[in-house]
C-alpha cells in the first residue's frame, strides 16, 4: 500500500523538531533548569511514538502478515524509542530509558539484518550498555556490545544498505543514500569505544586495548574525530604498548599523535577567529602538544630502562620476554597500526630496539631530552610547579640506565 508522502512529512517534522531541541537549543539551557530543551524534545517524541504505535495496530489488522509498510512502522517505532530512551538516561531518569532501549530492541531483534533494522538495534544497544555500566554490570555490558558486533559485522557481509530514520520518512526516490551507511560506522567506532572501557573495567587491559586502537584507527578512517582528542587519545594509549615493552606498537602511537597535531596546527588558526581565540587555540595547542612529548619522553625512558634490565637479567628471565614478544609479533599489522597514516619519517627518528651499546643510548638519551625541552617550554615553574618538578625527574632518570649502558659497553 505505501505510506503517503504527507504522512511522512509530518512525521519527519515532529523529528526535526525534537532533534533541533537536543542537539542545538539545549546548549541555551540555564544551570537551574539543566534539562528544559530535553523535556520538551521527549514530548514531542512520544507524542510522535503514540501516532507510530496507533497506525502500526491498524497497519498489522489490515496486513495479515505484515508487509513493507509495518517493517518501516515498526523501524521507525524503534528509532523513536531509542531517542527516547536516550533521553530519559540523559535526564537520570534510568529505569524509563532502559525500559524504552529494549522496547526498541524487542522491535529490531527479529530484522537485525535488514537495512531498516539495524541502526537502531545497535544504536539501542550501544545505549543500553551505559545503563549497565552505572550500575557496575560490566560483564553484562561487554556481552552485549559483543554481540552488537557481531552482529554488525554480519550485516556488512551481506552487502545490504542501512537505512536511518530520515531515510524513513523520505519517498525510496528522496532517500539518501549515505546517510545510513556514514551512521552506521559511527555506531559501530562508538560500540568499538564502549567495549574498551568495559573491558577496562573488568581487567582485560590487552583486549581494551585493542579496542581502543580499532577505535582510533575507525576515527581516522572515517574522518570523524577532534585532532587534539585523537592525539591525546593515541598517546595515551601508547602508554600501555610501553609498559608491555611492545616499543615498535608504542613508537607507531606516538608517531600518529605528533603527525596528527602538525597537521592540525596548519589549519587551527581561521581568518575568522578573534583575537582572543586566537590566543587560546594556540596555547591549548602548546600544552597538549607538550603533553605528547612527555609520552614521547617516557617512551625513550622506558626503553632506557629496560635495555639496561636486559643486562642485568639472567638468561631464564630473557628466555620468557622474548616468549611474550614472539606471541606480540604473531598479531596482525591491522591489530596496532594506523593504515591511512605514512609515519615512516617520524617512526625513523628513534629505534623500538633495545639498546645493545653505548651509542644504541646515546641517541635514545639525546631524543628524550629533545622531547622534555618541549615539554619543559610549555610547563613553567612559576605556574605549573608539580609538572614542572615531574619534567625535571625524568631528565635525571634519562641519565640513569643511558650511565649504566655507558659501562657495560
Not at 9 to 35: C, H, I, M, Q, W
Not at 141 to 146: H, P, W
Not at 153 to 179: H, Q, R, Y
Not at 197 to 208: A, C, I, T, V
Given at each position: ?302 626503553l632506557l630502562q629496560t635495555s639496561k634490565s636486559r643486562l642485568l637479567k639472567d638468561d631464564d628471565e630473557e628466555a620468557q620476554k622474548l616468549d611474550k614478544a614472539a606471541q606480540h609479533l604473531r598479531l596482525t599489522e591491522e591489530d596496532f597500526r594506523f593504515p591511512d597514516l605514512d609515519l615512516t619519517a617520524c617512526e625513523n627518528r628513534i629505534s623500538c ?57
Amino acid at each position: 500500500m505505501g505510506i503517503a508522502k504527507e504522512t511522512l512529512s509530518d512525521y519527519k517534522e515532529l523529528y526535526e523538531k525534537a532533534n533541533k531541541l537536543v542537539e542545538e537549543e539545549s546548549r541555551g539551557d540555564p544551570p537551574t533548569d539543566p534539562f528544559r530543551s530535553h523535556y520538551k524534545a521527549r514530548d514531542v517524541l512520544k507524542d510522535l511514538k503514540k501516532q507510530l504505535e496507533d497506525q502500526l495496530v491498524s497497519i498489522q489488522a489490515s496486513e495479515e502478515d505484515g508487509g513493507k509498510d509495518d517493517l518501516c512502522y515498526k523501524s521507525m517505532l524503534a528509532f523513536i524509542c531509542r531517542d527516547l530512551g536516550r533521553i530519559y538516561v540523559y535526564t537520570e531518569e534510568l529505569s524509563e530509558g532502559e525500559t524504552l532501549l529494549n522496547r526498541c530492541i524487542e522491535l529490531t531483534d527479529p530484522v537485525k539484518q535488514c537495512a531498516e533494522g539495524i541502526i537502531p538495534y545497535l544504536g539501542a544497544i550501544n545505549e543500553l550498555s551505559l545503563v549497565f555500566a552505572t550500575r557496575q554490570e560490566y560483564r553484562k555490558a561487554a556481552d552485549m556490545l559483543i554481540k552488537a558486533e557481531k552482529n554488525y559485522e554480519d550485516f556488512k557481509a551481506n552487502g545490504v544498505g542501512a537505512l536511518a530514520i530520515t531515510d524513513l520518512f523520505s519517498p525510496p526516490d528522496e532517500a539518501d543514500a549515505a546517510s545510513g551507511p556514514t551512521e552506521l560506522e559511527k555506531l559501530y567506532t562508538l560500540c568499538c569505544f564502549y567495549l574498551a572501557q568495559m573491558y577496562g573495567h573488568l581487567g582485560e587491559p590487552e583486549k581494551s586495548a585493542s579496542c581502543c586502537h580499532r577505535t582510533l584507527r575507525r576515527q581516522l578512517q572515517y574522518k570523524s574525530y577532534d585532532a587534539i582528542d585523537f592525539a591525546l587519545n593515541t598517546a595515551t594509549l601508547s602508554q600501555f604498548y610501553i609498559g608491555e615493552e611492545r616499543f615498535k606498537e608504542a613508537r607507531h602511537h606516538l608517531a600518529a599523535a605528533t603527525l596528527v597535531m602538525a597537521e592540525y596546527e596548519v589549519t587551527m588558526l581561521t581568518p575568522d577567529m578573534s583575537e582572543q581565540q586566537r590566543q587560546d587555540a594556540t596555547e591549548t595547542f602548546k600544552h597538549r602538544y607538550a603533553d605528547v612529548a612527555r609520552c614521547w619522553a617516557k617512551y625513550g625512558l622506558y626503553l632506557l630502562q629496560t635495555s639496561k634490565s636486559r643486562l642485568l637479567k639472567d638468561d631464564d628471565e630473557e628466555a620468557q620476554k622474548l616468549d611474550k614478544a614472539a606471541q606480540h609479533l604473531r598479531l596482525t599489522e591491522e591489530d596496532f597500526r594506523f593504515p591511512d597514516l605514512d609515519l615512516t619519517a617520524c617512526e625513523n627518528r628513534i629505534s623500538c630496539d633495545y639498546c645493545l651499546t653505548f651509542d644504541d643510548a646515546k641517541l635514545v638519551f639525546h631524543f628524550v631530552n629533545e622531547w622534555l625541552d618541549i615539554a619543559k617550554d610549555s610547563y613553567k615553574a612559576e605556574t605549573e610547579a608539580t609538572e614542572y618538578s615531574k619534567i625535571m625527574q625524568d631528565y635525571a632518570e634519562a641519565y640513569k640506565p643511558h650511565s649504566i649502558l655507558r659501562r657495560e659497553s
